[in-house]
């Protein structure tokens, strides 16, 4: 393991790059999937037909596609970032189309006649899908949601290898091509930066299925 405490400043850095990547697209693929959600259920046709072809285009494509077509495809029509800023949001884009699914799961499982009520006292479609509906509908969404999220993580794994910087896996390109330091050591100490990433994530999620769940 000396490849491990011998580079330590890196594997930290590398972390924390991870890190970011990970905390930047938990909190856009939650805006944006939650956005995309509402389209889903909305009772206008042009906005539910946006959602629809968003999580079907997005959901069938893998992630990689998504890389490419934003680390490489934007540049040709005019659009330049850093490689950071396509990863996130490649991630983010990806990970919407789940969230969305499983918010909109959450939605449905709420009985129809809540947003009827909502509806009929006066409340607009936006007013009784966030005071009304989704209050309701947190219980069911947490489990799916908390899935998606875990994945996303373990997903930043595949945007590093597009070189967005020191993230932990170009850490270990670093080492074992540029530095010659032998694979198995220091994937252990990648798979253990990213496992002090995804664990505590598990935990928190974990515990707030636990406090949302309903008494049986």
Do not use: H
Request: proline share 4%; glycine share 10%.
């Amino acid at each position: 393991m000396d490849a491990v405490f011998d580079n330590m400043d890196l594997f930290w850095s590398g972390f924390l790059r991870s890190l970011g990547i990970c905390l930047w697209g938990m909190v856009g693929s939650l805006v944006l999937g939650t956005f995309i959600a509402a389209c889903r259920v909305s009772p206008i046709p042009s906005l539910r037909w946006f959602g629809t072809s968003w999580v079907t285009l997005i959901r069938n494509c893998p992630l990689t596609v998504v890389l490419f077509f934003m680390a490489f495809g934007l540049p040709e029509i005019g659009i330049n970032q850093s490689y950071y800023v396509f990863g996130v949001a490649a991630l983010v884009i990806y990970t919407s189309a789940f969230v969305c699914e499983a918010i909109r799961s959450g939605i449905n499982s709420v009985s129809a006649g809540q947003a009827e009520a909502a509806r009929s006292i006066g409340l607009t479609f936006g007013q009784s899908l966030s005071q009304v509906v989704m209050p309701q509908a947190f219980r069911s969404i947490v489990p799916p949601l908390g899935s998606v999220i875990i994945a996303m993580f373990k997903n930043s794994a595949v945007v590093g290898a597009f070189g967005v910087g020191r993230d932990l896996w170009s850490v270990y390109k670093n080492l074992t091509s540029a530095q010659g330091y032998d694979g198995l050591p220091v994937i252990t100490g990648v798979a253990v930066g990213y496992l002090c990433i995804t664990l505590p994530a598990a935990a928190i999620l974990a515990y707030t299925e636990r406090k949302v769940a309903i008494a049986r």
